[in-house]
Every structure is written in structure tokens, then in C-alpha cells.
Nanobody
């Protein structure tokens, strides 16, 4: 299982970013996918999750209405569209899945929201 995130960067408050996570090494379409984040000094937290066919999503309360998770099973990729970004969204963002009972994580991509 390999997960590779991209799309992070520095953005001003109120701005937008789109994160991508390219997956390989497993049957992507058969597994739920999620995005997590970890800010310095804080525990990693779940941001959003999407089911196998994308029919169901759920979000942390802190990002509801601003972030959208989606997936393209033909491209083995999961996305996180982040709008109306706030300084408190600053964190390393990781995509994740559970295969065979084991959690797998990407290397993360840094998102910094600052003026």
C-alpha cells in the first residue's frame, strides 16, 4: 500500500487549496478513504472520510461546510477541497486507509494558512 499526498502549501486566510492523494498497491475502489491532520503539539485528528463509491461522507465539525472530500476510483485518487481556510487549519495533512485491518498513512503534505 502506498499513499502519496500533494497539493499543500502556503495560503492566505480565506483562500483555497486542493489536496490530492494518489493510492497504489491495493484495490482502491474497495476501501474507504480518509484525510487526517496534525498540528504541532496536537494529536492527529480525522478531518473527513469517504466511502468506497463516494456515496457517503462525513466531516469533523470544525471543517463542515468548508471542506469537501471526494474520490476518483478510475484514477485511484482521493481529494480534499479546502475553502475558506483559517489559520487554525494549519497542519500536516495525511490521507489514510485501512487494509486487512492495518492502517496505512501517506507521508503528509503541509498546509499553512497565514497572512
Amino acid at each position: 500500500v502506498q499513499l502519496v499526498e500533494s497539493g499543500g502549501g502556503l495560503v492566505q486566510p480565506g483562500g483555497s487549496l486542493r489536496l490530492s492523494c494518489a493510492a497504489s498497491g491495493f484495490t482502491f475502489s474497495s476501501y474507504d478513504m480518509s484525510w487526517h491532520r496534525q498540528a504541532p503539539g496536537k494529536e492527529r485528528e480525522l478531518v473527513a472520510r469517504v466511502t468506497t463509491a463516494g456515496g457517503s461522507t462525513n466531516y469533523a465539525d470544525s471543517v463542515k461546510g468548508r471542506f469537501t472530500i471526494s474520490r476518483d476510483n478510475a484514477k485511484n485518487t482521493v481529494y480534499l477541497q479546502m475553502n475558506s481556510l483559517k489559520p487554525e487549519d494549519t497542519a500536516a495533512y495525511y490521507c489514510s486507509t485501512v487494509v486487512g485491518g492495518w492502517p496505512f498513512w501517506g507521508q503528509g503534505t503541509q498546509v499553512t494558512v497565514s497572512s
